[in-house]
């Protein structure tokens, strides 16, 4: 609804930089407020829960009042920004409706939807992992490495492998924005990451298990901005709220599902090298899934005309 098509995918780097960088900032801020045990009463993780909850509602309030819908209401454009902006994203929607129509079934018809939800699904599960498992891997150190480290410790470790996703995602985006985005923008990350997160439960010390989860938290990052300028090249109006909204939702079942299988599986087995596998594999598919994308999905232009 508000960027054009040629600056989508910086936009979108922009946009998921901070996801990375939250966690470089928030793993810190976390485990310090977490070692403010008693204070105003509170346990430490109560405390935590603050400091986490009291932003995000100020964010809340103020985006409430200060995001427009459009940009025709949109106070901090001029007349003149308006209007171009208005006529890039009214070309694009004529071109994309002159391929596929304005049709919101076209959202859960179209098979690529399908397709990139399924994409989605596994570079969240492997997002997930990330985040909810690594502080479990480094808790794990101490038993198999005899190492020994306090709750601020283990936040700075838990942010490491952030900073460097942050890098890869800039500039891997900025490659997909030079050339246009790729099937390979995707898969490449995608498969790397199916790669290397097996692979750290099998290294020798923590830094070695650092560095290759560091490498998947890079793929991961890399692969999500321009996994999202997709969609929106061959969906519009109600059909592109409607997809994008369709692809998130069976992407995010993982936040449902992922703790339940790897918990279940790592009762059964007693290990984690099987839940591992299993978010390599679900990764692995999203490589190949993205790479069979292939011509598939098209610039609005390009569709255009191709439809004529």
Not at 100 to 112: N, P, Q, S, V
Request: hydrophobic share 55%.
């Amino acid at each position: 609804m508000w960027v054009p098509a040629r600056h989508r995918n910086k936009i979108l780097a922009l946009f998921y930089l901070a996801q990375p960088l939250t966690t470089v900032i928030g793993a810190l801020l976390a485990a310090m407020l977490i070692q403010a045990h008693g204070a105003f009463g509170l346990e430490g993780w109560r405390i935590m829960f603050f400091g986490v909850a009291i932003p995000a509602i100020v964010v809340g309030i103020i985006a409430w009042f200060y995001l427009a819908d459009r940009p025709d209401d949109a106070t901090w454009l001029t007349q003149d920004e308006k209007n171009w902006l208005n006529r890039e994203l009214a070309s694009e929607d004529k071109a994309k409706t002159a391929a596929h129509g304005r049709m919101t079934r076209l959202a859960f018809t179209d098979g690529r939807v399908w397709l990139l939800s399924v994409i989605y699904f596994g570079l969240i599960y492997g997002l997930y992992a990330l985040a909810f498992f690594l502080p479990t891997i480094i808790a794990g150190f101490e038993a198999k490495f005899g190492t020994k480290f306090d709750v601020f410790d283990k936040g700075l470790i838990t942010a490491i492998p952030y900073l460097p996703a942050a890098v890869a995602l800039f500039f891997w985006s900025r490659d997909a924005s030079k050339r246009g985005v790729k099937a390979w923008h995707i898969g490449v990350p995608a498969l790397t990451g199916a790669i290397s997160i097996p692979i750290a439960l099998y290294m020798g010390s923590p830094e070695a298990t650092i560095l290759v989860i560091t490498i998947t938290a890079c793929s991961i990052f890399a692969a999500l901005p321009n996994f999202w300028a997709i969609p929106s090249r061959f969906l519009t109006g109600p059909a592109a709220a409607a997809g994008i909204a369709l692809i998130n939702t069976i992407g995010n079942i993982v936040g449902f599902a992922a703790p339940y299988i790897t918990g279940l599986v790592k009762d059964l087995t007693g290990v984690y090298e099987l839940p591992m596998f299993i978010v390599g594999g679900l990764l692995l598919l999203s490589a190949i899934l993205a790479f069979s994308l292939g011509g598939r999905v098209q610039e609005p232009a390009v569709a255009a005309a191709a439809a004529g």
